[in-house]
């Protein structure tokens, strides 16, 4: 899954116009004076395992219920159930509550992280014009 993080500019939200004027009225770090709100967003909707799976844990230690009857509780089939709980649990031992890591650089086996070698061509390229 994935999540964006970033933050939100207030003084890019006004119109181009508007900015102009305050820099014209000021200088040029009147910028400064507006506010970055820190945001995170999810891209997706999450799937069972992420959604469910600290839930399911729960109810097994709290009620002892099986997958059918918290299944039943979240709305979900006894099969989801079985997924998240194993999710749960594996989020459990790994002791995270949230089932988003950053990635701050590619995984070693992540294939899809690879820059086509189109794309890398043009990449170099862009770089070398701006020099």
Same mark, same amino acid.
């Given at each position: 899954?994935?999540?964006?993080?970033?933050?939100?500019?207030?003084?890019?939200?006004?119109?181009?116009?508007?900015?102009?004027?305050?820099?014209?009225?000021?200088? /040029?770090?009147?910028?400064?004076?507006?506010?970055?709100?820190?945001?995170?967003?999810?891209?997706?909707?999450?799937?069972?395992?992420?959604?469910?799976?600290?839930?399911?844990? /729960?109810?097994?230690?709290?009620?002892?219920?099986?997958?059918? &009857?918290?299944?039943?509780?979240?709305?979900?089939?006894?099969?989801?159930?079985?997924?998240?709980?194993?999710?749960?649990?594996?989020? &459990? /031992?790994?002791?995270?509550?949230?089932?988003?890591?950053?990635?701050?650089?590619?995984?070693?086996?992540?294939? &899809?992280?690879?820059?086509?070698?189109?794309?890398?061509?043009?990449?170099?390229?862009? /770089?070398?014009?701006?020099?």
């Amino acid at each position: 899954m994935l999540r964006a993080k970033f933050e939100l500019r207030l003084w890019s939200l006004l119109p181009a116009q508007t900015r102009a004027s305050l820099i014209g009225l000021f200088d /040029e770090t009147v910028a400064d004076e507006f506010s970055s709100i820190p945001m995170q967003v999810d891209l997706f909707k999450p799937s069972t395992g992420p959604k469910y799976g600290l839930r399911v844990v /729960e109810l097994k230690e709290q009620h002892g219920w099986g997958p059918t &009857r918290i299944g039943q509780e979240l709305g979900i089939n006894k099969r989801s159930a079985c997924i998240a709980k194993k999710y749960g649990e594996r989020m &459990r /031992e790994a002791g995270i509550t949230d089932p988003f890591i950053e990635l701050t650089e590619p995984p070693k086996a992540g294939s &899809r992280w690879r820059t086509h070698a189109r794309h890398q061509q043009n990449r170099q390229q862009d /770089e070398a014009a701006d020099g």
